[in-house]
């Protein structure tokens, strides 16, 4: 059974960061393919960013050069390092897994202006 577990959510001032974490189980990140989706209210879930198996990665216009994906395979943990946050970043973000495809209960990021 195919887990994913985000953290490090918060309420954050614009142009500050975070980092989240995806903590997974029942599936190795390293032979999947892996992303972060947000939802703003009332507003369709949306591609943030997603990584390979491989490793390449590819990220959303509004995020390039702010957000970074990575991931730490020994740990079985993807992460979305979130940097110069606007408030238009607001919303739940959740953990992604091609397959199932499989997604975490998200973890809530607020931006205040």
């Known amino acids: 059974q195919v887990q994913l577990v985000e953290s490090g959510g918060g309420l954050v001032q614009a142009g500050g960061s975070l980092r989240l974490s995806c903590a997974a189980s029942?599936?190795?990140?390293?032979?999947?393919?892996m992303g972060w989706y947000r939802q703003a209210p009332e507003k369709q879930r949306e591609l943030v960013a997603i990584?390979?198996?491989?490793?390449?990665?590819n990220y959303a216009d509004s995020v390039k050069g702010r957000f970074t994906i990575s991931r730490d395979i020994a740990k079985n943990t993807v992460y979305l390092q979130m940097n110069s946050l606007k408030p238009e970043d607001t919303g739940v973000y959740y953990c992604?897994?091609?397959?199932?495809?499989?997604w975490g209960r998200g973890t809530q990021v607020t931006v205040a202006s």
């Open positions: 992604y897994a091609r397959g199932g495809p499989f």
């Open positions: 029942g599936t190795s990140i390293g032979r999947s393919v």
């Open positions: 990584m390979s198996s491989g490793g390449d990665t």
